[in-house]
Every structure is written in C-alpha cells, then in structure tokens.
C-alpha cells in the first residue's frame, strides 16, 4: 500500500458513452475518463481524504512489516551462532507473523477497495452528467473514452479530446452537498473496480539448519 493508494485510487474507466439524441450526426468527441476523474477538484479531495483514512493502517502494516524483516535478518545473521532449537522458534515465528501480516494486508486492500467504489460510484455519476450537458450542448453524437482498453478507438485527433473541457465544467458545475447524484444516461456504467497496488509481502525465510 504505498502513498499515492489513490492515484490509484482513481484509476477508473467508463464505457463508451452514447451522447444526446439531439445532437449532430457523426460528431465525434474523446475523453480520458481516469485523467478527468483524477484532474478533478472533487477526485483530488477525494484522494487525499481516502489516503489519510488509511494511513493509520499503512503505518500499523509498515511497522509489522518491518518487525518481520527485523527477525529474517536475524536467522540469516545467527546462521552459524543459533542452535537448532532456535533457528527452529525463529522461523515459526516469522511464519506466523508472516501469515497474520498478509492477512490484515488482505483485509486493508479489501476495505480500501470497497471505499474506492463508492467515491468512484458517486463520483462517475456527476461525470456522467457533466459529460451529458456538454454533448448536449454542443451537439455531440458520440463520446468515447479511450481510456478502457475495450474501446475500439485505434486514433483520434488531439482536437476531439474533450478531457481538459469536461474536467473545467465539472469543477463549475455545482453538486449539492449530500445530494443523491441524478441517475446518468441510459446505459451509464457504474465506475468499475478500481486497481489497488498490492503491499509487498516478506519473503520466506531460507532453512537454517
């Protein structure tokens, strides 16, 4: 779990997204749905608010984490000093220690996930609606995010991208606080699970005997 968890945090992407009705056939537009996301005044709260939340744990982890590496480095010093009965005690320690350590790195990266989803839910739904009211306006047929690796975009030209214009209209754009977001377009995606780094797990300790 390293600092920037959010910068993962924030690495989301929304389907292709089917414009207005109204507007101009074959009228084409691009987004970057996970750099607009972390561009974002609220995206970046977001990611700050989550980091501190979770920095108690991170330090609670290190901290085990290092204890671990403390006692590896101690069977691999006392290689030829420690008796059998020993390396035999450190080791089992080390496991165990091992085991309770990747199990609470387990229940941590689930917790931060499950609160990833809720700010990426809530914050892919204003999105879904800044992204609506600037096709409407205008005149887009279809917006498509190159940034999910399933949307079939093989180019697009640097004047389609409207990810710097959307990112500016959805930071004027105000959402009441506490409100419930509107429901996006028909067939707005929920923001999908977001990718969380894997805090590094301690080697295994190498026989002694």
């Given at each position: 779990?390293?600092?920037?968890?959010?910068?993962?945090?924030l690495?989301?992407?929304?389907?292709?997204?089917?414009?207005?009705?109204?507007?101009?056939?074959?009228?084409?537009?691009?987004?970057?749905?996970q750099?607009?996301l972390?561009?974002?005044?609220?995206?970046?709260?977001?990611?700050?608010?989550?980091?501190d939340?979770?920095?108690?744990?991170?330090?609670?982890?290190?901290?085990?984490?290092?204890?671990?590496r403390?006692?590896?480095?101690?069977?691999?010093?006392?290689?030829?000093?420690l008796?059998d009965g020993?390396?035999?005690?450190?080791t089992?320690?080390?496991?165990?220690k091992t085991?309770?350590?990747?199990?609470?790195v387990?229940?941590a990266?689930?917790?931060?996930?499950?609160q990833?989803?809720?700010?990426l839910?809530?914050?892919?739904?204003?999105?879904?609606?800044?992204i609506?009211?600037?096709?409407?306006?205008?005149g887009?047929s279809?917006?498509l995010?190159?940034?999910?690796?399933?949307?079939p975009?093989?180019?697009?030209?640097?004047?389609?991208?409207?990810?710097?214009?959307?990112?500016?209209?959805?930071?004027?754009?105000s959402?009441a606080?506490?409100a419930?977001?509107?429901?996006?377009?028909?067939?707005?995606?929920a923001?999908?699970k977001?990718a969380?780094p894997?805090?590094?797990?301690?080697?295994?300790?190498?026989?002694?005997?």
């Open positions: 779990m390293k600092k920037n968890l959010i910068a993962w945090a690495v989301a992407a929304l389907a292709p997204f089917a414009a207005a009705q109204s507007a101009s056939p074959n009228k084409v537009g691009v987004i970057q749905i750099a607009a972390v561009a974002t005044k609220d995206g970046q709260k977001a990611a700050k608010e989550l980091e939340k979770m920095a108690p744990r991170k330090k609670e982890l290190d901290g085990k984490q290092s204890e671990i403390d006692l590896q480095e101690r069977l691999q010093k006392g290689g030829n000093t008796s020993a390396k035999e005690e450190l089992r320690n080390i496991d165990t085991k309770s350590f990747n199990r609470q387990e229940d990266q689930a917790e931060l996930e499950t990833q989803r809720a700010v839910n809530q914050l892919g739904q204003k999105m879904m609606q800044v609506d009211k600037y096709a409407q306006a205008n887009f279809v917006i995010d190159v940034s999910n690796q399933n949307t975009v093989l180019y697009a030209s640097n004047t389609v991208d409207i990810t710097k214009e959307i990112v500016e209209l959805y930071d004027k754009t959402f606080a506490g419930a977001p509107a429901a996006g377009p028909a067939g707005a995606p923001a999908p977001p969380v894997a805090a590094p797990k301690p080697a295994a300790p190498a026989a002694g005997k």
